[in-house]
């Protein structure tokens, strides 16, 4: 598990305190007594050795439907028949994608927040944000350096 999963799955179990269900999307917390993540409301359990243990939530590509709780699936396997609409899943670390926040793009890198497009976007707002603040900044600066001097009495305070 590398440094920043170790710091993400810290957070998530001592400060966020849970996570989505992938069975029913409820909220599964962490069960200190059997040291298991365990879904409240349909008490679907991840042990947490699993977990660690290079775990990934696999969905199926054609329908979504989870498929580690699937009869027979095997989550070292490289692909896997989806039961219930017969999609062949490439199930390997090479297909883990990620998601942009924003847009909801698939992104070919997993560790991926935000893809280009909506960076670009996210870039342009931040620019015209900084551009509003600087013409703020003048128009303040110009009207107290033409009303008395702001203020002051004393010029030098100005230069």
Known sequence: MKVCDKITYTYIKRIKKWMECPVCHQKMTFKKKEKSWTCDSCFYCIPEADFLDDFVFWFCDGCGEYLNIQAGFDRNGKEWTCT??????????????????????????????ICSDCKTIRMKKAQRAMETAAEICYSLADSLNGSNNGGCEDDRWLD
């Open 84 to 113: 219930k609409c017969g999609f062949k899943n490439d199930t390997t670390f090479s297909n883990i994608k990620g998601e942009c926040k924003d847009c909801g793009k698939i992104i070919d890198n997993p560790d991926a927040t």
